[in-house]
């Protein structure tokens, strides 16, 4: 008996870690033009040009949005040569992206 309570506690920490997880990058995500960008990125890799081409703001602004995404721990960057790659770090955050883009990203529907 003890040993299931002790395997239902270390559950709950694991579950209460993936809480924690979601929640910030929820945060994270909520901001408009954060969203477009993750909404944007989808599955690919996109150079940040790229990127500023198709939210259509300025270089800096995008920057300071990656630079949040990526200290969340929901963008992974590369750089190669001058240029700089990200892409969704998480497979479940591409999930859930995935989701808001089928759900509000796509036209037509409403």
């Not at 949040?68 to 960057?77: C, E, F, G, H, T």
């Amino acid at each position: 008996m003890q040993k299931q309570e002790e395997i239902s506690d270390l559950e709950l920490l694991e579950e209460d870690s993936d809480i924690n997880r979601a929640s910030r990058a929820l945060k994270a995500m909520s901001h408009p033009l954060r969203l477009k960008i993750l909404c944007t990125l989808g599955e690919e890799e996109v150079s940040v040009q790229d990127i500023v081409e198709q939210v259509g703001t300025s270089q800096s602004n995008i920057s300071q949005h990656l630079a949040i995404l990526r200290d969340k721990d929901i963008l992974s960057a590369r750089k190669d040569a001058n240029r700089v790659y990200y892409k969704v770090s998480d497979p479940r955050l591409l999930q859930l992206i995935g989701m808001v883009r089928e759900v509000f990203c796509t036209s037509g529907l409403h």
